[in-house]
C-alpha cells in the first residue's frame, strides 16, 4: 500500500490522521489501521477493580483527527487528540471509551501518564464500566 500523503488526506493542510506514534499517514494507511486494535495500542495493563472484576485498561491511536475529519471547522491552534484510553473485557470487547476531558491525549507523554492515571482510576473504583468519571 502506498501511504505517500496527498492532498486528499488533509483538509485545510492539517493532516486527516495519524499513526501510533502520532505521525501524520494518509487515509488509506488509516483505514487499514482502525480496525487492528493491537497495531494502535500503545499501553494495555489488566486492572482488578474494587468489585474483583479485571477490566483491561487500553490507550491506543485514534487514527482520525473528528475535527479536522470532520470536516471542520477547525478553530485556530487546533490540536488534534491522537491518542485515548478505553475500557475492554479480558476477551478484548470493546466497552467503554473513557471521558474524552480526562482520558483524550494530544501527546505521547500526555497518553502514557494519562494510560497511568486511568488504570488507577479503574484500580480504586472512581472509574468503571457505569462512568464514575
Request: aromatic letters at 4%; hydrophobic letters at 40%; proline letters at 9%.
Given at each position: 500500500m502506498n501511504d505517500k500523503i496527498v492532498d486528499s488526506d488533509a483538509f485545510l493542510g492539517l493532516p486527516l490522521a495519524y499513526d501510533k506514534t502520532g505521525k501524520?499517514?494518509?487515509?488509506?494507511?488509516?483505514?487499514?489501521?482502525?480496525?487492528?486494535?493491537?497495531?494502535?495500542?500503545?499501553?494495555i495493563d489488566d486492572v482488578r477493580t474494587?468489585?474483583?472484576?479485571?477490566?483491561?485498561v487500553r490507550t491506543v491511536a485514534a487514527v482520525f483527527?473528528?475535527?479536522?475529519?470532520?470536516?471542520?471547522?477547525?478553530?485556530?491552534?487546533?490540536?488534534?487528540?491522537?491518542?485515548?484510553?478505553?475500557?475492554?473485557?479480558?476477551?478484548?470487547?470493546?466497552?467503554?471509551?473513557?471521558d474524552p476531558r480526562r482520558f483524550?491525549?494530544?501527546?505521547?507523554?500526555?497518553?502514557?501518564?494519562?494510560?497511568?492515571r486511568a488504570v488507577a482510576a479503574v484500580r480504586d473504583g472512581s472509574v468503571g464500566l457505569h462512568g464514575g468519571e
Open positions: 501524520p499517514i494518509s487515509v488509506p494507511a488509516a483505514a487499514a489501521l482502525l480496525p487492528d486494535m493491537n497495531a494502535r495500542t500503545v499501553e474494587p468489585t474483583g472484576t479485571v477490566l483491561r483527527d473528528d475535527v479536522v475529519a470532520g470536516g471542520g471547522p477547525v478553530p485556530d491552534g487546533h490540536e488534534p487528540v491522537k491518542w485515548q484510553s478505553l475500557l475492554q473485557d479480558t476477551e478484548d470487547r470493546f466497552l467503554r471509551l473513557l483524550a491525549y494530544r501527546r505521547m507523554t500526555e497518553a502514557l501518564e494519562g494510560h497511568r
